[in-house]
């Protein structure tokens, strides 16, 4: 399995360098239309936990731009999704 599986999109960090991080998945909520994606830098935490990024996605420029999410009903229904995600396929 080689590196062709991955999806990497470049991102403009807080210091106005472009990077590439690699998507893990991005979603929708179909009741409010506020996109989603989940991403890394596949930098390690001390616990050897690979970091993850959720950032808001909004298009209503030219560019599709990344948002901090700040109200916390926001960020309970995306660890929701993720707790969903990281679940075992259940067959």
Do not use: C
Request: proline share 2%.
């Amino acid at each position: 399995m080689g590196n062709d599986d991955k999806k990497v999109m470049s991102i403009i960090n807080e210091k106005g360098e472009t990077e590439e991080v690699e998507i893990i998945i991005a979603f929708e909520f179909k009741d409010n239309k506020k996109e989603y994606v989940v991403y890394t830098k596949n930098e390690k935490d001390d616990n050897g936990n690979v970091t993850v990024y959720v950032s808001n996605v909004d298009r209503s420029g030219g560019e599709p731009e990344l948002l901090g999410i700040d109200s916390e009903s926001e960020w309970n229904r995306i660890k929701d999704v993720l707790r969903e995600l990281s679940k075992p396929d259940q067959q």
